[in-house]
């Protein structure tokens, strides 16, 4: 074999590992000499594994060995330090959990585990999930493997860059507003966030609870529905997660969306979507149309409220779970003179800016006075938001649109305006608010070379009708076998 073993899919590399023709610790070991090697050009990884990984590979080798192998049996994967990992470091990229060693394994971590996956490591992401570049973390930003000047997307950015710099087989992520689908689109890998309550949130250290979903970042369409098979399902540990029978997302790969209606709303089109992005999501449009696929327009009237809404609801439920980061239970402690003084000095040093910024937005929405006006009203809009996606699911079996307004911005452009930066999630917070799922798949690419992805919706829980689609899109083209020049 002419590649190297790192640069493979889930999908190739599974079947050489099944024959025996390479081994899970042969390719463990060529991972983490490249992160060793790699990794600080682009600081995607905040920790990593090495003893962890080895006896994790030698399992997998015993595992296939014996014959009781799944299809991620020895692939190594790297998460987002958002989920918690017992007995490995979790920070959530936040000086305040700077030293936090879990006791106990996100579910999603657990099937994984029983799968026979191995864990590289914990990569970067903006801290507790809130941004859209991985410029917030308190360990520093990670960078685009494709241009090192721009932003891989957020929150979900170590993920998606240790992705497409084949630092990873594959990652896992979490998307609250678009921080799968984002940073997907902005590395040129694919990104999937499931339905809400498709995937058991116990274990992912919460931002905003009602919005929360887990979901894999991949180099292949397959390779996403690999691993949503292995983390989907009901848990009872997660009060939200929706008993619901998964169905085989593989037997969707392949088979031909001839006939399939595929609607394009018009609010995703127009005032302030680069021309670059806009012929990328047009010409995939287009490869959709000519595969058979009829394009429908539609309309989601409420969309223009989508940003309020969601930095009403988002940064509430954020005041509400972040008040346990004290000092006093686990994380950072900073002395005071007495308790409050305690709690004040703890959460200045610990917290970041913008963490600290929607925790005090969240707080004032939340008050006395004021949650009538703010956080009460963006739930009635946020109804109405749902309703529009119900509608259009009327007319069609999905949704195509852009990701992001723009391809990767560079480095430091929106830090000093954070409004400017809220709004670069204006095509995939809809999606959250709604709670149902979105897949990103690379397009095309900008005059600079930098990835921008193709956006499909589905109803809830028709995360099948996505992959069916997003894989005959793939097959179709060749965005996707591009790869970054890391």
């Known amino acids: ?84 990992t017992q007995g490995l470091r979790t920070t959530c990229a936040s000086k305040i959990l700077e030293n936090f060693v879990p006791p106990y394994d996100a579910t999603v971590c657990a099937r994984l585990r029983q799968a026979g996956a191995v864990f590289l490591g914990k990569v970067n992401m903006d801290e507790f999930a809130m941004g859209s570049s991985t410029e917030n973390s308190a360990f520093g930003p990670t960078l685009n493997p494709w241009h090192r000047e721009h932003i891989p997307g957020g929150s979900s950015g170590g993920s998606a860059a240790a992705v497409a710099a084949d630092l990873c087989i594959a990652s896992l992520g979490s998307d609250t507003g678009g921080s799968i689908r984002q940073p997907a689109s902005h590395c040129g890998v694919v990104g999937l966030k499931p339905t809400y309550g ?125 008040a346990r980061y004290d000092g006093v239970k686990y994380g950072l402690r900073a002395e005071g003179r007495n308790l409050l003084e305690m709690y004040a000095h703890t959460r200045t040093l610990g917290f970041g800016a913008e963490v600290r910024r929607r925790i005090m937005l969240g707080t004032y ?30 007319q069609c079996a999905l949704l195509a649109a852009p990701v992001a307004p723009t391809p990767a911005f560079r480095l430091g452009e929106k830090v000093a305006d954070p409004l400017t930066m809220y709004l670069s999630d204006i095509f995939t917070i809809s999606a959250n608010l709604a709670g149902i799922p979105g897949l990103s798949v690379p397009c095309g690419f900008s005059s600079l070379g930098l990835p921008i992805g193709l956006q499909l919706l589905g109803p809830p829980f028709g995360e099948a009708v996505l992959l069916q689609t997003a894989s005959a899109f793939e097959q179709a083209t060749d965005f996707h076998r591009r790869k970054a020049p890391f």
């Not at 991972?31 to 090495?50: C, F, K, P, Q």
């Not at 990328?280 to 429908?296: D, H, R």
């Open 1 to 84: 074999m002419t590649e190297p073993l790192y640069s493979l899919s889930i999908s190739r590399l599974a079947p050489l590992l099944s024959r025996g023709e390479v081994s899970p610790v042969e390719v463990t070991e060529q991972l983490l000499d490249r992160i060793r090697r790699r990794n600080g050009e682009l600081n995607a990884y905040l920790t990593v594994d090495e003893t962890g990984a080895r006896a994790q590979a030698r399992d997998a080798e015993a595992r296939l060995r014996r014959e009781e192998a799944t299809p991620l049996t020895g692939i190594p994967l790297a998460l987002k330090d958002v989920l918690v």
């Open 198 to 322: 498709r995937v058991s949130r116990y274990g992912l250290v919460a931002y905003a609870s009602s919005l929360d979903q887990i979901g894999p970042l991949t180099k292949e369409v397959r390779d996403a529905a690999l691993l949503l098979q292995a983390i989907a399902g009901f848990d009872a540990k997660d009060s939200t997660s929706v008993p619901t029978p998964v169905p085989d997302y593989l037997e969707v790969l392949g088979q031909e969306i001839r006939g399939l209606k595929v609607g394009v709303p018009r609010e995703y089109f127009g005032h302030g979507l680069d021309k670059e992005v806009e012929a990328a999501v047009q010409g995939a449009l287009k490869t959709l149309a000519s595969l058979g696929a009829e394009l429908v327009e539609v309309s989601l009237p409420h969309t223009e409220y989508a940003v309020a809404t969601y930095y009403v609801v988002a940064v509430a439920e954020a005041s509400s779970n972040l």
């Open 365 to 394: 929405a939340l008050s006395a006075g004021y949650y009538e006006a703010y956080y009460q009203k963006a739930l009635q809009v946020r109804t109405l938001i749902r309703r529009d996606f119900e509608a259009a699911f009327e």
